[in-house]
């Protein structure tokens, strides 16, 4: 079946703008992660839903950092007023329920490589 | 709380020869071990997973690793090195209770180089 989609795949922002970028998880997978990746940082967790519940925002860097989950599928990760540190790719993975199974692995998407000039 | 770190951000191998990726791991309580590859341009894959029960386990491609609880490592080996292995490999543990529960803490990396 169908990985994990990401769009864009590439995206170049001026500084100080706001960007959205979107992610398809696979058909039945009930949880979500958003993690990034940096030179500097490595991969780093950002935020996770499951299910209908709160989701774990505990990773995002900064307020200007925000994610929602439409219907319980599809995710957009915000940032706004873009900085250049905000430089990264950003995956997003799925999985089966987690409180049900916690050892199921996640699913990667291949990323959204986002550059601010 | 729980982290992995990676020993040797980079490896170089020749083809053919043994590939040892070294990973350890700190937990407070039964780890759920992964370990990723990425090739360039392209998301992670699951190489293999250890939940519980045997400690050695295989996975796509060739690898394997094994679980060592009395000295916390999960090191991953291919025996013969083949030109496509050549990518960055990603050791991670995962969260397994409490507000941890479900996410992947990430070692650093380690790339790895084939030649011919």
């Known amino acids: 079946g169908a990985g994990v989609s990401q769009s864009p795949s590439n995206k170049v922002t001026e500084k100080g703008k706001d960007v959205e970028l979107r992610c398809d998880p696979i058909?039945?997978?009930?949880?979500l992660y958003w993690y990034r990746q940096s030179l500097g940082q490595g991969l780093e967790f950002l935020i996770y839903?499951?299910?209908?519940?709160?989701?774990?925002k505990s990773g995002l860097p900064s307020d200007r950092f925000s994610a929602e989950r439409t219907g319980g599928s599809v995710s957009t990760l915000t940032i706004q007023r873009t900085q250049q540190e905000d430089s990264a790719v950003y995956l997003c993975?799925?999985?089966?329920?987690?409180?049900?199974?916690?050892?199921?692995?996640?699913?990667f998407g291949p990323g959204t490589r986002l550059t601010v000039t | 709380a729980q982290s992995v770190t990676q020993l040797g951000s980079h490896v170089s191998v020749s083809e053919g020869a043994l590939v040892l990726l070294r990973c350890n791991y700190s937990?407070?309580?039964?780890?759920?071990l992964f370990w990723y590859v990425q090739y360039p341009n392209q998301g992670l894959q699951l190489l293999l997973k250890?939940?519980?029960?045997?400690?050695l386990v295989k996975g796509i491609n060739g690898f394997e690793a094994e679980f060592k609880k009395s000295e916390t490592s999960f090191h991953l080996t291919k025996p013969s090195a083949h030109m496509s292995d050549a990518a960055e490999y990603f050791c991670?543990?995962?969260?397994?209770?409490?507000?941890?529960?479900?996410?992947?803490?990430f070692g650093r990396g380690t790339q790895l180089t084939v030649w011919p």
């Open positions: 993975a799925s999985s089966l329920a987690v409180r049900a199974r916690p050892s199921y692995e996640q699913y």
């Open positions: 058909s039945g997978h009930t949880a």
């Open positions: 839903f499951q299910g209908n519940s709160a989701p774990d």
């Open positions: 937990s407070s309580v039964p780890p759920y």
């Open positions: 250890y939940t519980t029960g045997a400690t």
């Open positions: 991670a543990v995962k969260g397994s209770r409490g507000s941890t529960l479900g996410r992947l803490y």
